[in-house]
């Protein structure tokens, strides 16, 4: 498996942790998501949801991988999910509008 090479996908913190020990690396998965920027770039958006590993995703491939669906639920797991996914959509956005460097 290969991060680069494979964009069109969700990848969560348990995945790029088991990789990056399997290549040789040893320091703790929270320290390590908090790499990622420094690897990547802006390029990735870190999704947390409580009770759930960390999923990261690039950033021009979210808006196809991630739906957003009503819901008459009205709990705070929705609530969360709906907050994280209007983060994600105004990040999407912003990085659309960016201009080449």
């Known amino acids: 498996m290969n991060i680069e ?3 069109s996908r969700i990848w969560n913190s348990v995945e790029i942790s088991d990789m990056y020990t399997e290549y040789g690396g040893c320091i703790m998965r929270i320290t ?3 790499k990622v920027p420094d690897y990547f770039g802006d390029n ?3 999704l947390h949801l409580p009770g759930i590993a960390n999923m990261l995703v690039f950033k021009s491939c979210a808006p196809n991988l991630i739906k957003l669906v009503k819901t008459n639920e009205d709990s705070d797991i929705d609530k969360a999910i709906n907050t994280v996914a209007k983060q994600i959509k105004r990040e999407v956005k912003a990085h659309k509008n960016m ?3």
Do not use: A, T, V
């Open 5 to 7: 090479r494979d964009k």
């Open 32 to 34: 390590l998501l908090k």
């Open 44 to 46: 990735f958006i870190k």
């Open 99 to 101: 201009k080449p460097g």
